[in-house]
């Protein structure tokens, strides 16, 4: 592919946002951090994809006018947790066929605890007419009887699932702009608040407000001296099952052999992995599907090679401990991170020599679980 | 609430199906008739004991229940049923709950 990705910027993240603070502001904080990065101006971008649950009534032209960007590509996304995948696919074609030379892609949330309770419990209509009504607990509750679901189907107990929250805090100790740095333990984990059976605490991602923003154009814009980081290879599903599954396999079963087929790299070859993750269950879900999990034995992967961190996956903390501020943002975070540990720049939590990252987006939990997901291989080309 | 619960059945090619669809995701047919089902069987539960942005919250439980052989539907519990139990299905406001088949509703 002929874009990359030459500049990432996030706003600081809050678990409570202050007066004067809202999506927009943080979004915009976001993009002066990217632009930065990229060593470019405003005037520079001639695109832009955004995805928020707390922008309306403003749509993405509002945003634009007052960002002052005058723009002939310009895009909504309504996807979640896979709306960063989304628009970071749409963006590469928008470069590559010369609709737009340089494209912002940003997301961000300031919902509160209060606002995104609202949002979770009319997220659909289904979500309004037959869930909510039963207290279903907005997405904690669905992904509690997947995550049972899950338990049973494969053997797994609550401590297979702590050492994926211990091992994502630990990661994120090396990552300054994580909400959550200090150590957890598997006595803290299991010890926690029970949320929604079985789900505990540090099982559900926790809400933050805060924003992201990556920005693509031809690789020649790349800041002097930064390896270039291409997409070598990007797959989306929208309602792969019609909700008629039992959750277990997320849309990117659907396409995992055509993605590392088209990215010519086979899943022992990643470096790195950047797996959206809103449930433990789900990237246990989504590493199966993309044929991460040798034998299919996610017991001894979540034991092994993801509590003893032998498999580097969310190496900025996940949102598990970094935050998510909306699904949008937590996963341009996810994007960010596969290209700053591909461009040697993550600084403590650096894995060395990263050349090949795997970043996924899983999301809108549509009635049973979620109907959109999507995968993208990345690579450090210079 | 009402006693039973209502599915949709395409006319066309038999898949059960809830929430009701404008095309039927099998045969894409537009046809759906409305099937009461009375009973269904649990298959996983979950305690919601917290509920975002709320702090009086009560706990209730929610049940993955399947009621055909090829349709599951989340399900309001109001009593102590649990995985494998069969329950009796009610309906408040196209919203599902459920109880240990042959028990009472709970006042």
Request: hydrophobic share 40%; net charge neutral; proline share 6%.
């Given at each position: 592919m002929k874009a990359a990705i030459i500049g990432v910027g996030q706003s600081p993240y809050t678990r409570r946002p202050e007066s004067g603070q809202s999506a927009h502001t943080f979004i915009r904080d976001a993009v002066r951090a990217a632009l930065a990065d990229a060593d470019?101006?405003?005037?520079?971008?001639d695109g832009m994809a955004v995805a928020s649950f707390s922008l309306a009534p403003d749509t993405a032209v509002d945003l634009a006018w007052k960002l002052g960007l005058s723009l002939k590509w310009l895009l909504q996304d309504t996807?979640?947790?896979?709306s960063a995948m989304n628009m970071l696919g749409h963006a590469l074609r928008g470069i590559e066929t010369g609709a737009a030379s340089v494209i912002l892609v940003t997301a961000g949330d300031a919902t509160g605890l209060a606002g995104y309770g609202k949002i979770a419990a009319s997220y659909n209509i289904a979500t309004r007419d037959h869930l909510a009504p039963l207290g279903h607990g907005g997405p904690n509750g669905v992904y509690a009887l997947v995550t049972a679901r899950q338990m049973k189907t494969y053997g797994l107990d609550k401590t297979d699932y702590g050492h994926m929250a211990i091992a994502q805090r630990a990661w994120a100790a090396?990552?300054?702009?994580?909400?959550y740095r200090a150590p957890l333990t598997m006595e803290e984990y299991l010890g926690a608040p029970m949320v929604a059976d079985p789900l505990t605490r540090y099982d559900c991602v926790p809400v933050v407000a805060g924003a992201q923003a990556i920005i693509l154009a031809h690789?020649?814009?790349?800041?002097?001296?930064r390896p270039v980081v291409r997409v070598r290879a990007i797959r989306h599903s929208f309602n792969h099952d019609n909700q008629a599954g039992?959750?277990?396999?997320?849309?990117?079963s659907t396409f995992a052999d055509a993605l590392w087929r088209e990215a010519g790299?086979?899943?022992?070859?990643?470096?790195v992995a950047c797996i959206y993750d809103d449930y433990p269950a789900m990237v246990l879900a989504q590493l199966a599907d993309l044929g991460l999990i040798p034998n299919g034995d996610l017991k001894r992967f979540a034991r092994v090679d993801i509590g003893e961190r032998r498999f580097p996956l969310?190496?900025?903390?996940?949102m598990m401990s970094a935050?998510?501020?909306g699904g949008p943002a937590g996963g341009l975070n996810h994007i960010s991170e596969a290209v700053l540990q591909l461009q040697d720049r993550?600084?403590?939590r650096q894995v060395p020599n990263a050349r090949l990252a795997v970043v996924t987006g899983y999301g809108?939990?549509?009635?049973?679980?979620?109907g959109t997901a999507a995968a993208a291989i990345l690579e450090r080309t210079a | 609430m009402t006693r039973g619960f209502t599915i949709f059945r395409?006319?066309?090619?038999?898949a059960a199906l809830f929430?009701?669809?404008?095309?039927?995701?099998?045969?894409?047919?537009?046809d759906f008739a409305p099937e009461r089902r009375d009973r269904g069987t649990v298959e996983e539960i979950s305690t919601i004991r917290h509920m975002i942005g709320q702090t009086d919250w009560k706990p209730r439980v929610i049940a993955n229940v399947r009621?055909?052989?090829d349709l599951h539907i989340t399900v309001g519990l109001l009593d102590s049923s649990g995985p494998g139990d069969t329950i009796d299905l009610y309906e408040k406001a196209g919203a599902p709950f459920g109880v240990a088949h042959g028990a009472s509703l709970p006042s």
């Amino acid at each position: 592919m002929k874009a990359a990705i030459i500049g990432v910027g996030q706003s600081p993240y809050t678990r409570r946002p202050e007066s004067g603070q809202s999506a927009h502001t943080f979004i915009r904080d976001a993009v002066r951090a990217a632009l930065a990065d990229a060593d470019i101006s405003a005037r520079d971008i001639d695109g832009m994809a955004v995805a928020s649950f707390s922008l309306a009534p403003d749509t993405a032209v509002d945003l634009a006018w007052k960002l002052g960007l005058s723009l002939k590509w310009l895009l909504q996304d309504t996807n979640g947790g896979s709306s960063a995948m989304n628009m970071l696919g749409h963006a590469l074609r928008g470069i590559e066929t010369g609709a737009a030379s340089v494209i912002l892609v940003t997301a961000g949330d300031a919902t509160g605890l209060a606002g995104y309770g609202k949002i979770a419990a009319s997220y659909n209509i289904a979500t309004r007419d037959h869930l909510a009504p039963l207290g279903h607990g907005g997405p904690n509750g669905v992904y509690a009887l997947v995550t049972a679901r899950q338990m049973k189907t494969y053997g797994l107990d609550k401590t297979d699932y702590g050492h994926m929250a211990i091992a994502q805090r630990a990661w994120a100790a090396g990552n300054p702009n994580a909400v959550y740095r200090a150590p957890l333990t598997m006595e803290e984990y299991l010890g926690a608040p029970m949320v929604a059976d079985p789900l505990t605490r540090y099982d559900c991602v926790p809400v933050v407000a805060g924003a992201q923003a990556i920005i693509l154009a031809h690789p020649e814009r790349v800041p002097r001296g930064r390896p270039v980081v291409r997409v070598r290879a990007i797959r989306h599903s929208f309602n792969h099952d019609n909700q008629a599954g039992d959750g277990l396999k997320t849309g990117i079963s659907t396409f995992a052999d055509a993605l590392w087929r088209e990215a010519g790299v086979r899943p022992g070859d990643i470096d790195v992995a950047c797996i959206y993750d809103d449930y433990p269950a789900m990237v246990l879900a989504q590493l199966a599907d993309l044929g991460l999990i040798p034998n299919g034995d996610l017991k001894r992967f979540a034991r092994v090679d993801i509590g003893e961190r032998r498999f580097p996956l969310n190496t900025h903390g996940g949102m598990m401990s970094a935050g998510q501020p909306g699904g949008p943002a937590g996963g341009l975070n996810h994007i960010s991170e596969a290209v700053l540990q591909l461009q040697d720049r993550a600084g403590a939590r650096q894995v060395p020599n990263a050349r090949l990252a795997v970043v996924t987006g899983y999301g809108m939990t549509m009635y049973r679980y979620g109907g959109t997901a999507a995968a993208a291989i990345l690579e450090r080309t210079a | 609430m009402t006693r039973g619960f209502t599915i949709f059945r395409c006319r066309n090619c038999g898949a059960a199906l809830f929430p009701e669809r404008l095309l039927c995701p099998r045969c894409h047919g537009a046809d759906f008739a409305p099937e009461r089902r009375d009973r269904g069987t649990v298959e996983e539960i979950s305690t919601i004991r917290h509920m975002i942005g709320q702090t009086d919250w009560k706990p209730r439980v929610i049940a993955n229940v399947r009621v055909a052989e090829d349709l599951h539907i989340t399900v309001g519990l109001l009593d102590s049923s649990g995985p494998g139990d069969t329950i009796d299905l009610y309906e408040k406001a196209g919203a599902p709950f459920g109880v240990a088949h042959g028990a009472s509703l709970p006042s």
